[in-house]
């Protein structure tokens, strides 16, 4: 008798080690999600800043342009 109860014992915790590992592994790849998901937000952020960073300096360089081609227009006036 005292030979299945060992082997039962034996059995459940292999099967709870079992579970923990699992366990550990569905944690894991949870955390690698969050932290994709993590990475997308950040680029999409730096994406919209670069995109705004950019068309600020467009529109300032169209407005720059714009002054300086009136300037040299009404230079040429004089």
Do not use: C, P, W
């Not at 034996?10 to 590992?21: M, V």
């Not at 997308?40 to 720059?64: A, M, P, R, W, Y």
């Amino acid at each position: 008798m005292k030979f299945f109860e060992q082997l039962e014992i034996r059995y459940n915790a292999k099967r709870k080690l079992e579970e923990i590992e699992s366990q550990k592994a569905i944690e894991l790849a949870e955390i690698e999600h969050m932290k994709v998901s993590q990475l997308q937000n950040n680029t999409e952020s730096i994406t919209k800043i670069h995109q705004h960073v950019s068309d600020s300096l467009l529109g300032f360089t169209k407005e720059n342009t714009t002054k300086t081609h009136v300037s040299s227009l009404e230079s040429d006036r004089e």
